[in-house]
Protein backbone atom coordinates (compact mmCIF):
# COMPACT_ATOMS: atom_id res chain seq x y z
CA UNK A 1 0.00 0.00 0.00
CA UNK A 2 1.25 3.59 -0.82
CA UNK A 3 2.08 5.63 1.76
CA UNK A 4 0.64 8.66 -0.40
CA UNK A 5 -2.03 10.61 1.41
CA UNK A 6 -4.26 13.02 -0.97
CA UNK A 7 -5.47 16.48 0.04
CA UNK A 8 -7.47 19.42 -0.92
CA UNK A 9 -5.93 22.69 -1.23
CA UNK A 10 -7.36 23.66 2.09
CA UNK A 11 -6.21 21.01 4.12
CA UNK A 12 -3.07 20.90 2.94
CA UNK A 13 -2.47 24.73 3.82
CA UNK A 14 -4.20 23.88 7.65
CA UNK A 15 -0.83 21.58 7.26
CA UNK A 16 1.37 23.78 6.33
CA UNK A 17 0.25 26.40 8.60
CA UNK A 18 0.36 24.35 11.41
CA UNK A 19 4.02 23.10 10.66
CA UNK A 20 4.64 27.47 10.59
CA UNK A 21 3.47 27.95 13.89
CA UNK A 22 5.53 24.98 15.20
CA UNK A 23 8.43 26.02 13.81
CA UNK A 24 8.11 29.82 14.11
CA UNK A 25 6.25 30.50 16.93
CA UNK A 26 6.41 27.58 19.52
CA UNK A 27 9.76 26.26 19.28
CA UNK A 28 11.32 30.02 20.18
CA UNK A 29 8.69 30.11 23.07
CA UNK A 30 9.77 26.88 24.37
CA UNK A 31 13.19 27.92 23.71
CA UNK A 32 13.28 30.86 25.56
CA UNK A 33 11.68 29.10 28.85
CA UNK A 34 14.27 26.83 28.58
CA UNK A 35 16.88 29.23 28.61
CA UNK A 36 14.87 31.30 31.20
CA UNK A 37 14.90 28.00 33.71
CA UNK A 38 18.28 27.55 33.45
CA UNK A 39 19.09 30.82 34.71
CA UNK A 40 17.49 30.03 37.75
CA UNK A 41 20.47 27.64 38.76
CA UNK A 42 21.26 23.70 39.89
CA UNK A 43 19.77 22.34 36.65
CA UNK A 44 19.35 18.93 38.58
CA UNK A 45 16.71 19.68 40.86
CA UNK A 46 15.08 22.47 38.64
CA UNK A 47 11.69 21.20 37.85
CA UNK A 48 10.93 24.16 35.72
CA UNK A 49 14.16 22.75 33.22
CA UNK A 50 12.91 19.58 32.90
CA UNK A 51 9.62 20.65 32.15
CA UNK A 52 10.52 22.63 29.60
CA UNK A 53 12.92 20.48 28.11
CA UNK A 54 9.87 17.79 27.96
CA UNK A 55 7.91 20.62 26.29
CA UNK A 56 10.78 20.86 23.74
CA UNK A 57 10.97 17.09 23.40
CA UNK A 58 7.63 16.72 22.69
CA UNK A 59 7.28 19.71 20.11
CA UNK A 60 10.02 18.09 18.24
CA UNK A 61 8.64 15.17 17.87
CA UNK A 62 5.55 16.38 16.54
CA UNK A 63 7.48 18.53 14.02
CA UNK A 64 8.85 15.95 12.90
CA UNK A 65 6.03 14.18 12.24
CA UNK A 66 4.12 16.81 10.41
CA UNK A 67 7.13 17.02 7.93
CA UNK A 68 6.67 13.07 7.00
CA UNK A 69 3.09 13.53 6.76
CA UNK A 70 3.91 16.40 4.61
CA UNK A 71 6.28 14.74 2.23
CA UNK A 72 3.85 12.07 1.69
CA UNK A 73 1.22 14.78 0.67
CA UNK A 74 -0.45 15.36 -2.68
CA UNK A 75 -2.21 17.74 -3.89
CA UNK A 76 -5.75 16.36 -5.47
CA UNK A 77 -7.66 18.31 -8.17
CA UNK A 78 -11.35 17.48 -6.82
CA UNK A 79 -13.03 18.16 -10.41
CA UNK A 80 -11.08 15.54 -12.04
CA UNK A 81 -12.33 12.65 -9.61
CA UNK A 82 -14.97 10.19 -10.63
CA UNK A 83 -18.05 10.10 -8.60
CA UNK A 84 -19.29 6.77 -9.78
CA UNK A 85 -17.64 5.90 -6.58
CA UNK A 86 -16.11 6.37 -3.17
CA UNK A 87 -13.05 7.68 -3.10
CA UNK A 88 -10.87 9.56 -1.36
CA UNK A 89 -12.47 13.14 -0.75
CA UNK A 90 -15.84 11.85 -2.09
CA UNK A 91 -18.05 13.03 0.01
CA UNK A 92 -20.72 9.60 0.98
CA UNK A 93 -24.15 9.33 2.49
CA UNK A 94 -24.57 6.10 4.17
CA UNK A 95 -27.19 4.25 5.90
CA UNK A 96 -26.19 1.90 8.74
CA UNK A 97 -28.29 -1.24 7.91
CA UNK A 98 -28.84 -2.52 11.39
CA UNK A 99 -30.50 0.91 12.95
CA UNK A 100 -31.47 2.94 9.40
CA UNK A 101 -29.30 5.69 10.84
CA UNK A 102 -28.14 8.11 7.71
CA UNK A 103 -24.73 9.50 8.04
CA UNK A 104 -22.91 11.79 5.85
CA UNK A 105 -19.20 12.10 5.67
CA UNK A 106 -15.84 13.28 3.69
CA UNK A 107 -13.31 10.60 3.12
CA UNK A 108 -9.75 12.61 3.94
CA UNK A 109 -6.85 11.90 4.88
CA UNK A 110 -5.23 10.88 8.51
CA UNK A 111 -3.86 14.05 9.17
CA UNK A 112 -7.30 16.09 8.64
CA UNK A 113 -9.94 13.60 9.92
CA UNK A 114 -12.47 14.70 11.94
CA UNK A 115 -15.48 13.39 12.93
CA UNK A 116 -17.14 16.46 14.66
CA UNK A 117 -16.77 17.79 11.28
CA UNK A 118 -18.20 15.15 9.07
CA UNK A 119 -14.51 14.43 7.66
CA UNK A 120 -14.10 10.44 8.20
CA UNK A 121 -10.29 9.38 7.57
CA UNK A 122 -10.20 7.22 4.74
CA UNK A 123 -7.56 4.45 6.87
CA UNK A 124 -10.32 4.24 9.54
CA UNK A 125 -12.30 0.79 9.22
CA UNK A 126 -15.33 2.42 7.84
CA UNK A 127 -13.38 4.00 5.52
CA UNK A 128 -11.49 1.51 4.21
CA UNK A 129 -15.11 -0.88 3.57
CA UNK A 130 -16.49 2.40 1.53
CA UNK A 131 -13.41 2.80 -0.87
CA UNK A 132 -14.54 1.35 -4.18
CA UNK A 133 -18.61 1.36 -3.07
CA UNK A 134 -21.05 2.62 -5.36
CA UNK A 135 -24.29 4.09 -5.34
CA UNK A 136 -26.49 1.01 -3.90
CA UNK A 137 -23.65 -1.04 -2.71
CA UNK A 138 -23.61 -2.18 0.82
CA UNK A 139 -20.26 -2.00 2.70
CA UNK A 140 -19.06 -4.81 5.62
CA UNK A 141 -17.32 -2.89 8.17
CA UNK A 142 -15.97 -5.61 10.76
CA UNK A 143 -15.74 -3.01 13.87
CA UNK A 144 -14.95 -3.95 17.40
CA UNK A 145 -18.37 -4.49 17.87
CA UNK A 146 -19.00 -6.89 15.35
CA UNK A 147 -19.81 -6.89 11.22
CA UNK A 148 -21.86 -3.43 10.49
CA UNK A 149 -23.32 -3.06 6.97
CA UNK A 150 -23.40 0.11 5.48
CA UNK A 151 -25.59 1.04 2.46
CA UNK A 152 -24.55 3.84 -0.11
CA UNK A 153 -27.09 6.39 -0.64
CA UNK A 154 -24.81 8.95 -2.46
CA UNK A 155 -21.93 10.00 -3.74
CA UNK A 156 -20.47 13.52 -4.47
CA UNK A 157 -17.73 15.86 -3.96
Known amino acids: MSDVEYYTEEGLKKLRDELEHLEHVERPRVTQEIADARDKGDLSENAEYHAAKEEQSLLEYKIAQM ?44 AVSDLSQGKLSVSSPIGKGLLGKKVGDIAEVQAPSGLMKFEILDISR
Open 67 to 110: KATLSKARLIDESMLDTSKVLALSKVKIRNIANKMEFEYTLVAD
